[in-house]
């Protein structure tokens, strides 16, 4: 079932001095099917953080539609568009963004809180995500007391603590060492063995590996895509790297 539907997206930024246009996105057109796991790849300016600022319902396009579930991005009154993110939508970001005045167990109940969840219902959400993500003993512990990868682990709890119909990643081992960026993936891995649907984009072809279906974004444009299949993992990263060297280099990119 098609979960997340683009068609035909557009963006046409205009400069502050001179008013001339800027085309970050042209014509892009995809779908993400439901309990998918999509990598997006790009180089810096491809147009790739623009795109998920608009999955994200945080920009508008110029032209083309978002649709989640068959409900139009377009049809959200904008006093509307908060409350579809935090019930609809779960992020992670690359630097965490977590409260540093708030505890682990604070910081992950926090979208529960915006919905004015009942305790009892907070609790029992928190308890079996903590324990799966392996926070269940640091739930006490503040943001500056944790490493990073733990603190990645709080930001994917937090995005996962309402259930979204799709979880959004910006880079997510992009702040981690290399250890705790395999720790994160797996779990990733792991989130989306159990159905969750997720879109991340991301430089690393090591991360994007972890996915099932990688996109290739260039000048605005998507250029390629590629199906893991039934391919081991680090076969897939191989191809994922050919892929990426075809790109830079400007060469042909096969199906």
Known sequence: MVLLEIKN??????????GQKARALADVSFSVESGEFVAMMGESGSGKTTLLNILAALDEPTGGSVSLEGKSFADIPESAKAAFRRDHLGFVFQDFNLLDTFSVRDNILLPLVLQSRPLAE???????????????????????????????????ARALITQPRILLADE???????????????????????????FMVTHSAQAASYASRVLFIKDGKLFNQMYRGDNPRE????????TLTALTDGGELGD
């Open 122 to 156: 907070m609790e029992q959400c928190l308890a079996p995500l903590a324990e799966k993500l392996g926070l269940a003993e640091l739930l006490h512990k503040f943001p500056y007391e944790i490493s990073g990868g733990q603190k990645q682990r709080t930001a994917v």
């Open 235 to 242: 076969q897939f990263f191989q191809q994922i790297l050919a």
């Open 172 to 198: 997510p081992t992009g702040a981690l060492d290399s250890k705790a960026a395999t720790k994160l993936m797996r779990m990733f891995e792991g989130i989306h063995a159990q159905g969750q649907t997720v």
């Open 9 to 18: 997206l557009e963006k046409i930024y205009t400069t502050r001095f001179g």
